[in-house]
């Protein structure tokens, strides 16, 4: 049994649960929740960075962070399947993944900052810095909604909307009807994406 280190709230092994699922591979993967604030030992082992999601296959190698372990699943599932084989659609796909884990990285360090720091140390700036690049990254995606479609690009663009209705209360749908009407289609295209829905 393959062993998959994550946590519930975190959308970078919501992207590993969902692809794990929509590859029939989540019955050959044993969900290990980790704690990253107060890591043990055997974790830090296994990734010296402290970061989930890890994937751990039965012969005992190590694979972090999610867009490597998008791509095992992927190949362990036969290939072709959430990564595309074709060279420009393949590089769309990376590229879409690129853009939405940046996303979903500036949407948590909002977070952080305001959990780790008390509110006098609490750097308005930066917050600010993290907050503009969300925006952006959500304009670009309202203005060209990703296509039809599962692959890397748009489990990761569902999984980075997902985190912002987790953590900022769905605040983005108001200004981006396009990306809703997206996610609403995906979620039917891909039910794993209902069926890992995070828990704060």
Known sequence: MMRLRSSPPSPFGRKTKIAAKYLNLSNKIEIEATETISPEKAFLTENPLGKIPVLILEDGRVFYDSRVILEVLDHLAGGGRILPADPDARFAALTLQALADGLMDA?????????????????????????????????????????????????AVACALGYLDLRFAGSWRADHPNLVAWLDAFETACPAYGQTAPTA
């Not at 917050?127 to 890397?152: N, S």
């Open 107 to 155: 949407a948590l360090l909002q977070v952080y900052e305001r959990r780790f720091r008390t509110e006098d140390k609490v750097d308005q700036g930066w917050l600010d810095r993290q907050a503009g690049k969300v925006a952006r990254a959500l304009a670009v995606l309202e203005a060209a909604p990703p296509a039809a479609g599962v692959d890397v690009g748009t489990i």
